[in-house]
C-alpha cells in the first residue's frame, strides 16, 4: 500500500516533509520485500548528510541494502526504538519513522516521487 499523502524514493523510502523537517522511514511495499528486519545502522544525530549518499543500511534474513539520502541537511532525530528492535518496521512501516533531517535545501523535495510515480515504479 502506498500512502497518499506521503512523498517516496526509489529506493523504498517514505518521506514527510513539514516547512524544513524531514521525516524518512521505510515504505511499506519495502517493508514486504522482506521477511524481517533483523539490524539497521541509523547515522548518528548532528551528521550532515548528503543527497544520495548512502545513509541508512538495513539488514533482513536473507538481504542487505542501503538508502540514499533524498536531501542534503542535517540528521537532527533519530528512532532508537527501531535501532533496538528493526522488526517494528515490517509491522507498522508507516508509523516507524527512521530520522529526521533538517533540510539544507527544501526545493531537493522536487525529485521525490509522488504516491502515483511510487505505485509505478515500485511495480517493476
Avoid: C
Avoid at 512523498?7 to 513539514?18: E, H, M, N, P, R
Avoid at 548528510?49 to 541537511?73: C, Q, R, Y
Avoid at 522536487?110 to 510515480?117: F, R, Y
Amino acid at each position: 500500500m502506498i500512502k497518499k499523502d506521503l512523498l517516496y524514493t526509489k529506493d523504498y523510502a517514505w518521506v514527510k516533509i513539514d516547512g524544513e523537517i524531514a521525516t524518512i522511514g521505510i515504505s511499506e511495499p519495502g517493508a514486504r520485500m522482506v521477511e524481517e528486519f533483523v539490524f539497521i545502522d541509523l547515522p548518528e544525530k548532528g551528521r550532515n548528510v548528503k543527497k544520495d549518499e548512502d545513509f541508512i543500511h538495513l539488514e533482513a534474513m536473507k538481504w542487505t541494502g542501503t538508502i540514499k539520502s533524498p536531501f542534503n541537511g542535517e540528521v537532527i532525530d533519530v528512532n532508537n526504538e527501531a535501532v533496538n528492535d528493526p522488526s517494528i518496521i515490517n509491522k507498522d512501516p508507516y508509523n516507524t519513522w527512521l530520522v529526521k533531517i533538517k533540510l539544507s535545501n527544501p526545493e531537493e523535495a522536487k525529485d521525490l516521487l509522488t504516491p502515483e510515480q511510487a505505485e509505478q515504479v515500485y511495480r517493476r
